[in-house]
């Protein structure tokens, strides 16, 4: 079986509580998103950093902070965020109740040990060595500094890494977020924690962050070792975001493929930043136009889906945007990826179904004034260009197709930062 075989999608909590989510806003989120989102395909929900510190903050991070550990160094949930992991239990209990709704359960883990096992030298669970030993303490994240990195070649250090995904495993983890590992790309620990995931015992998606200024040249490297990965640094809720992914995505979306994608980062819509970074407690700054691009853009292209509102906070629009059925049968079941055509403020987009005999395409307009054009079907990549019908997928009517000098054409008609979503079927 083929883990994560098509994009994941889920939730993850960054956009909204920073490093402070709690266990109740996780569970209110979990249930909307079982009882809204999961017949839809969103079905994974993600504990983002910081879940280890009692002390945790909005707004940043706390330089020397006091983690919750166990005796050999791995970390615990803090239980006055998470109750329920009181008396060891760690992340079961909440797992358990994530299972329970038919949903997935992941978590965010650094690159790494903790400075504060190191500096304890706590015993590596299963080995004579103690954190001291393993430990690269130069190695270390420049935004971060919670952990050094693990130095492999030192008996110990694989041992390490064994010993948490066991551990997460004993919780009922299903996607691990392992982050510093990419830029720069640390190969050795990418590899030494994939390894250690193939022996846990237990079926997990590893998707590696954060992505800054990713070569195509690791693709081999990172399809033998992460189901994804993402291409950019935190994306947020500005256009300039957004427009920054057409170039990545038209470079990654050709070599998507099951089990192994290229992650375009979280979609900032509805509610946000309740105690997170960049701003205060609002709904996404991206327009409504906006926000069709970048979900037309990412299931074009078959990024993973990873939602970063208060899913229970924001307004009705919201749900609609996250289910439209056309878009999420291209991310399901699309193949083909790619950029057709730039021009100008124009971008085309297109791509075939699997399971049909449907095409799709997307076409952009990444400028501030409104863009009307007639395109040939035989400039969109559709074989036999006579005798489709053509739905569009915000609107949900049909598209006009005309015949310009005798040619059949698609006329669209673009807003500022909007995008029309074609589907072409056979009647």
Same mark, same amino acid.
């Given at each position: 079986?083929?883990?994560?075989?098509?994009? #994941?999608?889920?939730?993850?909590?960054?956009?909204?509580?920073?490093? $402070?989510?709690?266990?109740?806003?996780?569970?209110?989120?979990?249930?909307?998103?079982?009882?809204?989102? %999961?017949?839809?395909?969103?079905?994974?929900?993600?504990?983002?950093?910081?879940?280890?510190?009692?002390?945790?903050?909005?707004?940043?991070?706390?330089?020397?902070?006091?983690?919750?550990?166990?005796?050999?160094?791995?970390?615990?949930? &803090?239980?006055?965020?998470?109750?329920?992991? &009181?008396?060891?239990?760690?992340?079961?209990?909440?797992?358990?109740?994530?299972?329970?709704?038919?949903?997935?359960?992941?978590?965010?883990?650094?690159?790494?040990?903790?400075?504060?096992?190191?500096?304890?030298?706590?015993?590596?669970?299963?080995?004579?060595?103690?954190?001291?030993?393993?430990?690269?303490?130069? @190695?270390?994240?420049?935004?971060?500094?919670?952990?050094?990195?693990?130095?492999? $070649?030192?008996?110990?250090?694989?041992?390490?890494?064994?010993?948490?995904?066991?551990?997460?495993? $004993?919780?009922?983890?299903?996607?691990?977020?392992?982050?510093?590992?990419?830029?720069?790309?640390?190969? &050795?620990?990418?590899?030494?924690?994939?390894?250690?995931?193939?022996?846990?015992?237990?079926?997990?998606?590893?998707?590696?962050?954060?992505?800054?200024? %990713?070569?195509?040249?690791?693709?081999?490297?990172?399809?033998?070792?992460?189901?994804?990965?993402?291409? @950019?640094?935190?994306?947020?809720?500005?256009?300039?975001?957004?427009?920054?992914?057409?170039?990545?995505?038209?470079?990654?979306?050709?070599?998507?493929?099951?089990?192994?994608?290229?992650?375009?980062?979280?979609?900032?819509?509805?509610?946000?930043?309740?105690?997170?970074?960049?701003?205060?407690?609002?709904? $996404?700054?991206?327009?409504?136009?906006?926000?069709?691009?970048?979900?037309?853009?990412?299931?074009?292209?078959? @990024?993973?889906?990873? %939602?970063?509102?208060?899913? #229970?906070?924001?307004?009705?629009?919201?749900?609609? %945007?996250?289910?439209?059925?056309?878009?999420?049968?291209?991310?399901?079941?699309?193949?083909?990826?790619?950029?057709?055509?730039?021009?100008?403020?124009?971008?085309?987009?297109?791509?075939?179904?699997?399971?049909?005999?449907?095409?799709?395409?997307?076409?952009?307009?990444?400028?501030?004034?409104?863009?009307?054009?007639?395109?040939?079907?035989?400039?969109?990549?559709?074989?036999?260009?006579?005798?489709?019908?053509?739905?569009?997928?915000?609107?949900?009517?049909?598209?006009?197709?005309?015949?310009?000098?005798?040619? #059949?054409?698609?006329?669209?008609?673009?807003?500022?930062?909007?995008?029309?979503?074609?589907?072409?079927?056979?009647?």
């Amino acid at each position: 079986m083929t883990l994560a075989a098509t994009p #994941p999608m889920g939730w993850n909590s960054w956009d909204c509580y920073g490093t $402070s989510v709690t266990e109740a806003e996780v569970l209110a989120n979990a249930a909307f998103m079982a009882q809204h989102l %999961l017949p839809h395909g969103w079905d994974t929900v993600v504990v983002d950093i910081q879940w280890y510190e009692p002390a945790a903050r909005a707004g940043g991070y706390n330089h020397g902070a006091r983690l919750e550990l166990d005796p050999y160094g791995r970390q615990l949930p &803090a239980v006055n965020r998470f109750p329920s992991a &009181a008396g060891g239990l760690g992340f079961k209990p909440l797992a358990d109740r994530i299972h329970a709704l038919g949903l997935k359960f992941g978590l965010h883990i650094m690159r790494g040990i903790p400075r504060q096992a190191v500096l304890e030298r706590l015993p590596v669970e299963g080995t004579s060595v103690t954190a001291d030993l393993i430990a690269d303490t130069a @190695s270390v994240c420049n935004w971060n500094a919670d952990n050094y990195g693990l130095d492999h $070649s030192q008996p110990g250090a694989q041992a390490y890494y064994d010993s948490q995904l066991r551990l997460f495993a $004993s919780w009922g983890v299903d996607f691990v977020k392992a982050d510093d590992m990419l830029g720069p790309y640390f190969d &050795a620990e990418i590899a030494a924690y994939r390894s250690a995931m193939d022996r846990c015992g237990r079926d997990m998606v590893l998707s590696l962050s954060p992505g800054r200024a %990713l070569s195509l040249s690791r693709l081999e490297h990172l399809r033998a070792n992460a189901a994804m990965w993402r291409v @950019s640094d935190d994306l947020w809720d500005v256009w300039e975001d957004v427009e920054a992914q057409f170039a990545r995505l038209a470079r990654w979306a050709p070599h998507q493929r099951p089990g192994s994608w290229a992650d375009a980062d979280m979609l900032p819509v509805g509610r946000l930043a309740q105690r997170a970074e960049r701003g205060g407690e609002r709904l $996404s700054r991206l327009t409504a136009d906006e926000q069709r691009t970048m979900l037309s853009l990412w299931c074009i292209a078959r @990024s993973p889906l990873m %939602l970063g509102c208060d899913l #229970p906070a924001s307004p009705p629009e919201t749900l609609d %945007l996250l289910t439209n059925p056309d878009l999420l049968a291209a991310h399901r079941a699309g193949a083909n990826s790619r950029e057709l055509l730039r021009d100008g403020d124009l971008v085309v987009w297109a791509a075939e179904s699997t399971t049909s005999e449907d095409r799709y395409v997307a076409c952009f307009n990444t400028g501030t004034a409104g863009l009307a054009r007639s395109l040939p079907l035989a400039d969109l990549g559709l074989p036999q260009p006579h005798g489709w019908q053509v739905r569009e997928a915000w609107s949900g009517s049909g598209a006009g197709i005309t015949a310009v000098d005798r040619v #059949p054409a698609l006329d669209v008609d673009l807003p500022a930062h909007g995008v029309r979503f074609h589907t072409f079927f056979r009647a």
